[in-house]
């Protein structure tokens, strides 16, 4: 998705989570050979500029920076906990 290729990919496990079809990559079913041929055949042969936006913008939401970024504001928010001399 960060490098302005098209996503073509299975169906499977968490991939959904990430990829939304025809938006920012596309999706076929698991084992089915003649969809994942027909789906490169039509990545190869249309215009994917508004995708590639689309999956630009939400690789950077992935980034290793941005969950950086995310972790540490998370920490910031959790209340120090004062331990006692008796502990």
């Known amino acids: 998705m960060a ?3 098209p996503v073509v990919t299975v169906n499977s496990g968490g ?3 990430y990829i ?3 938006v920012n990559g596309y999706l076929v079913p698991p084992e089915d050979v003649e ?3 027909n789906m490169l055949e039509t990545v190869l042969s249309t215009d994917n500029e508004t995708l590639l936006d689309h999956a ?6 992935l ?4 969950a950086c970024e995310t972790l540490n504001d ?3 928010h959790i ?4 331990m006692s001399e008796d502990n």
């Not at 630009?56 to 939401?61: E, F, I, P, R, T």
């Open 3 to 5: 490098s302005g290729i």
């Open 15 to 17: 991939v959904s989570d």
């Open 20 to 22: 939304v079809d025809r």
């Open 35 to 37: 969809a994942l041929t």
């Open 56 to 61: 630009l913008q939400d690789a950077k939401k």
């Open 63 to 66: 980034s290793i920076e941005r």
């Open 74 to 76: 998370y920490y910031q």
């Open 79 to 82: 209340p120090l906990i004062q």
